[in-house]
């Protein structure tokens, strides 16, 4: 009898399980892994966002850059959008070295920068697309010189009456690492209301330096926070 090894990872990609499988019971065997997987990841503070600002995205994250579970964005042909999460805009401010140029999914965002447009490899970009069918996810979105002119932009295209007081903004180093957010006022007041079990470690305004990019940010290096 043919026996393979299931490794299930948990929220912070630590080995949550090890199974044996045999080669006659593995589809069944996988479906309840799977299932046991898709409990323990990773998910946003809250299910409605205004404002989602991810500092970094990529293959090293996500075969689709950005997981597509995590900001509730599938992009795909006769695929329903998942109900929640429910992000109303995502800004993308970089794409990992270790991408080497694959930006596929930065279609799933709806703001960009100029810093990350320009270390697209448009050829690795299209050939991931054409050759998973989903052209959607490679579309390039709105494009600012800045971070501070992206997200600025998001904001403004929530419509004239927002109320910056009571935006619901999110900021992750990228999809794949979430133990650390920063969040806005109204996020951290629904996170007290849903009774989550959280530890404020610091408190910061979203500021910029004179390149007008963010000061408070989550990644340090190597995809990490």
């Known amino acids: 009898m043919s026996v393979g090894l299931a490794i299930v990872e948990n929220a912070y990609e630590e080995t949550a399980d090890i199974v044996g499988v045999a080669r006659e019971e593995w589809h069944d065997k996988e479906e309840i892994l799977l299932k046991k997987a898709k409990a323990m990841m990773p998910s946003l503070p809250v299910a409605q966002i205004d404002i989602l600002i991810v500092e970094e995205m990529g293959k090293i994250y ?43 999914g930065i279609g799933l965002a709806d703001f960009t920068t100029r810093k990350l447009f320009d270390k697209i490899d448009l050829h690795a970009t299209y050939t991931n697309a054409l050759t998973s069918t989903n052209l959607r996810r490679a579309m390039i979105p709105f494009i600012y010189p800045t971070e501070k002119e992206a997200i600025e932009a998001a904001v403004k295209s929530l419509g004239p009456d927002v109320n910056l007081e009571s935006l619901k903004v999110v900021q992750i180093p990228n999809t794949l690492h979430l133990k650390r957010v920063l969040v806005s006022k109204p996020v951290l007041e629904e996170m007290d209301r849903a009774g989550k079990d959280y530890k404020v470690v610091r408190t910061c305004t979203l500021d910029f330096d004179q390149r007008k990019e963010l000061v408070n940010r989550l990644l340090v290096h190597n995809g990490r926070c």
């Open 62 to 104: 996500s075969g689709t850059g950005m997981d597509p579970n995590i900001i509730g964005r599938w992009r795909m042909d006769d695929i329903p959008e998942p109900e929640v999460p429910d992000v109303k805009r995502i800004v993308v401010l970089d794409l990992a070295h270790q991408s080497f140029g694959n930006a596929q």
